[in-house]
């Protein structure tokens, strides 16, 4: 079972990937203050974060040709020193450059952690795969608070980013140590590597020439990953980067209350990366077509998300991180499976390539989610952006019914 092995290592990477990129919003009130920070300010800082996150076509481009070993030990020491370094800001302008840095580093954790899934599981089981790892982004998040919090509380806020960024080079060592590709790999068994070949689409076997983005962008089915993921993920970037300060500014919590409900969400999104590829798996047993299956998956989790609206309308913050917490489980049961089409759609040597450009759409959408609430915020208050969050996931399962064709990415564009 060396292949669960595999993507156990790569949702601990995923963990401290988004640990390291959470940990700014939990001391986000704390370092506003000692830097002097307005929440316009916060919302161009984050928003360079999502910039330099939609770069991750440039990151996949790269992890395609130099490999994983190599890839993934590179970007992960990147992260870790950049975070590091954030104890250095002395002012919002430089904290708002090393975020873009770390923006562009930590975009490698989709197109690398979807590569993975590709190369070492058949076709049946990247549902569960994708979402194992996925767990480590609601994972991440989830430990942010009481970590960070600990850490200004115990010591200071430079102090969440040198523990946290630490944690990326111990990983990047473990990674660099401990992975091989599924050929060269000493542990895994023939019978297993028999396995995993035969469970994998023969039309989605590695070409010879280097991924074209332009070829991959002429293609419908990625303009219809690309377009769900970018209505989909603004609730991400809402959950990641201001659920923490909502909680402070609007309901009244402290740091200490923060970090005690803070994670909620996260843990119900964890659930929600399980209960997404299960959801796919029970509807393609029931005989519909594995691309239907995580359609219909996303079409449900959509669904779901109708209940974010009300939380800016609820009187106890109690019930408003309940509903936040449904809401998150409903966006990771949508997002694995948009996610994990990828994988399902094209070839293999091209995966990371089209999950980073995939991704450059979905932190667009965070992107303007984030400067949006940074710019407005303060006049209309967070109610509006939880009731626009709430419906842009249906608009989302619309376009992948509309456009999504159930067939290998190398049929004809336009097919």
């Known amino acids: 079972m060396t292949r669960w092995g595999i993507i156990g290592l790569v949702m601990l990477g995923t963990i401290i990937n988004y640990l390291t990129r959470s940990a700014l919003s939990v001391a986000a009130p704390t370092m506003m203050v000692a830097l002097h920070m307005t929440e316009k300010n916060y919302g161009v800082i984050t928003s360079v974060f999502q ?25 992960a020491v990147a992260w870790g020193l950049i975070t590091m370094a954030h104890a250095l800001a002395g002012n919002w302008q430089g904290l ?14 989709q197109p690398g952690g ?12 990247r549902g569960f795969a994708s979402g194992i790892y996925n767990i480590g982004a609601s994972l991440g998040s989830m430990l942010a608070p009481p970590l960070v919090a600990w850490a200004i509380l115990q010591y200071n806020w430079q102090a969440a980013f040198i523990i946290s960024g630490g944690l990326a080079l111990i990983w990047a060592a473990l990674w660099y ?65 201001w659920v923490p300060l ?36 029970w509807i393609q047993n029931m005989g519909v077509s594995l691309i239907n299956a995580r359609r219909w998956a996303f079409t449900i989790g959509a669904c779901m998300m109708t209940c974010v609206p009300f939380v800016g309308y609820v009187a106890s913050p109690y019930m408003a991180i ?29 995966v990371a390539t089209v999950a980073g450009m995939v991704g450059t759409a979905a932190n667009l959408g965070a992107l303007l989610i984030s400067l949006a ?33 159930p067939r290998p990415a190398s049929a004809e564009a336009g097919a």
């Open 51 to 75: 910039f330099g996150i939609m770069l991750q076509p440039i990151a996949g481009y790269i992890l395609d040709i130099v490999k994983l070993k190599l890839g993934l030990a590179l970007f």
């Open 96 to 109: 708002a450059f090393l975020r873009g840095l770390q923006g562009f580093a930590e975009g490698i954790a």
């Open 114 to 125: 979807l590569k993975v899934v590709a190369e070492w599981f058949p076709a049946k089981e």
């Open 177 to 241: 140590v401990c992975y091989q590709s599924p050929d060269r790999h000493k542990r895994l068994s023939a019978a297993e590597h028999d396995y995993i070949k035969a469970g994998q689409e023969s039309e989605l076997e590695t070409r010879a020439q280097r991924p074209s983005p332009l070829r991959i962008m002429r293609q419908r089915n990625f303009w219809g990953m690309a377009i769900a993921r970018f209505l989909a993920d603004p609730t991400w970037g809402t959950l990641v980067f």
């Open 246 to 281: 909502y909680l402070s500014s609007v309901r009244g919590f402290d740091l200490k209350h923060i970090a005690l409900f803070a994670w909620l969400p996260f843990a119900a999104a964890d659930l929600g990366c399980l209960f997404g590829p299960a959801l796919a798996l």
């Open 322 to 350: 309940a509903l936040l917490c449904v809401g998150a489980f409903a966006h990771q049961t949508l997002s694995v499976n948009v996610i994990t089409l990828a994988s399902d759609l094209f070839p293999r040597g091209e």
């Open 373 to 405: 609430i940074g710019l407005l915020v303060a006049k209309i208050g967070y109610a509006p952006f939880f009731i626009l969050i709430g419906g842009l996931d249906l608009v989302g399962a619309a376009v992948l019914w509309l456009l999504i064709k």
